[in-house]
């Protein structure tokens, strides 16, 4: 959601949004990683054999977006963002029951969705989380490991944009983008327990759809 509120509401370039983005995606995943380790909900072993992929891909996508036209690479982020919020939408969230899967193809996932999200500025968790669900992993674990995936998804390409905009732009919303993040993520992560994730989701599924919709069609 933030590339798309920083491009489409606040119009700046698509460099510098990816840039605070993944600043704050790094926020993110720091704070809500602690808060579900500590409740027990975060495997660390299964999380960094995915990070291995994602951390390589990162460094790789953010090259390629430099190469891609500003207007492409909106593109690539609404369609990621319509086909997650189809997939939040409609998958199934019980847990089948299926075991963890062999190293190497984390490694591969981790690669792949790594490689997505720092093109695109999507956020890990909004692509990982529905791959974790469908291997049959809970909920609740299935979040933690992939808000701990995406930091290191987020700091490869926060250095990789920071280091190609214009520092003026990152400077002057950089302590709005920190001090936001911190509460927000703070309170989103230690509160979690009591939130009706069911109607969390659908809210986040719909809204994901239309805002995609309408940078895509209109």
């Known amino acids: 959601m933030l590339p798309i509120f920083y491009i489409g509401v606040l119009k700046i370039d698509t460099t510098e949004a990816l ?10 995943g720091v704070l809500a990683s602690v808060n579900y380790y500590k409740k027990g909900q975060l495997d660390i072993k299964y999380a960094s054999i995915l990070n291995i992929g994602s951390f390589v891909s990162a460094f790789l996508g953010v090259r390629l977006n430099l190469l ?17 919020g189809l997939s939040i939408l409609f998958r199934n969230n019980k847990e089948s029951g299926k075991k963890y899967v062999s190293n190497l193809f984390l490694i591969i996932i981790g690669f792949i969705t790594g490689l997505i999200c720092s093109i695109t500025g999507a956020g890990g968790p909004i692509i990982v989380l529905p791959i974790l669900l469908l291997l049959g992993i809970g909920v609740k674990q299935s979040v933690a490991i992939s808000l ?20 003026a732009i990152i400077l002057e919303y950089m302590p709005a983008v920190i001090i936001g993040h911190v509460i927000g993520v703070y309170l989103g992560s230690s509160k979690s327990d009591k939130v009706d994730k069911n109607k969390l989701k659908i809210t986040i599924g ?5 805002i995609a919709i309408w940078k895509l069609f209109f």
């Open 19 to 28: 840039a605070l983005s993944f600043t704050a995606f790094i926020i993110s």
């Open 68 to 84: 891609i036209p500003s207007d492409i690479v909106e593109i690539i982020l609404y369609g990621v963002v319509l086909v997650s």
């Open 148 to 167: 701990f995936n995406s930091i290191f998804i987020a700091i490869p390409s926060a250095i990789g944009y920071t280091a190609n905009s214009d520092m």
């Open 206 to 210: 719909i809204v994901s759809v239309l």
